[in-house]
């Protein structure tokens, strides 16, 4: 099986951009859907993005996901970055029958 | 709006059991595939069981095969997860998710979760 490599942390100010990155260890990531989930402290995950870029209803459109070949990752970018946006971004993606999960990345908003 | 509330955790002695439920509404729950995804205190997410939206198939982390099976029951809108031989690692907050659609490879809604402890 793969592995799928975030950041541990990162951080920005209100109202910037950030992306997060997620790197698949082996084999091509575009080979199964990338879904990112985020959870902020005390609550349960929520997805921001599936199938690689596709939003749940409700979720903003500041949120955006993306697939990049070249270097065998994914990316989730935040625009307009909020303080409700701090939380933990965890991406998850599948192959032979499992999902794996990233092992998260803490975004602090400062 | 999609619902899904998760109940039946609590405390277990190494090696009993647990059946965990999982009440789905808002959403055609035939038609999509549910997932239960685990998380141990302080720690990530991890994948535990998919089930295909008719039951027919199902899919298990490793690291549960053979002792958890889940299960649904379509007319009632409700997913299991029935845990055996429960170990000290099983020790997690239980979140039971659904699928977009049919495909069990991920997830968009979440439910709040219940909490299994398994300690002597």
């Known amino acids: 099986n793969f592995m799928l490599t975030q950041p541990h942390s990162v951080s920005e100010s209100p109202g910037e951009t950030i992306t997060i990155s997620c790197t698949r260890s082996?084999?091509?990531?575009?080979?199964?859907?990338v879904q990112w989930y985020q959870q902020r402290p005390g609550s349960s995950p929520t997805t921001v993005i599936y199938?690689?870029?596709?939003?749940p209803s409700g979720v903003p459109d500041r949120f955006s996901g993306s697939i990049d070949s070249s270097s065998n990752s994914a990316s989730l970018t935040i625009s307009g970055l909020k303080t409700e946006d701090e939380a933990q971004y965890y991406c998850?993606?599948?192959?032979?029958?499992?999902?794996?999960f990233g092992g998260g990345t803490k975004l602090t908003v400062l | 709006e999609v619902q899904l509330l998760e109940f039946g955790g609590g405390f277990v002695q190494p090696g009993g059991s647990l059946r965990l439920s999982c009440a789905a509404s808002?959403?055609?729950?035939?038609?999509?595939?549910m997932t239960w995804v685990r998380q141990a205190p302080g720690k990530g997410l991890e994948w535990v069981s998919s089930?295909?939206?008719?039951?027919?198939?199902?899919y298990y982390a490793d690291s549960v095969k053979g002792r958890f099976t889940i299960s649904r029951d379509s007319s009632k809108n409700m997913l299991y997860l029935q845990m055996n031989s429960l170990r000290a690692d099983d020790t997690a907050i239980y979140y039971c998710?659904?699928?977009?659609?049919?495909?069990?490879?991920?997830?968009?809604?979440w439910g709040q979760g219940t909490l299994v402890t398994a300690s002597s």
């Open positions: 082996s084999g091509n990531i575009a080979s199964n859907f």
């Open positions: 089930i295909s939206g008719d039951g027919g198939t199902t």
């Open positions: 808002g959403f055609s729950f035939s038609s999509c595939a």
């Open positions: 199938e690689d870029h596709q939003r």
């Open positions: 998850q993606s599948y192959d032979s029958g499992n999902w794996v």
């Open positions: 998710a659904k699928a977009p659609s049919g495909s069990h490879r991920s997830v968009d809604y």
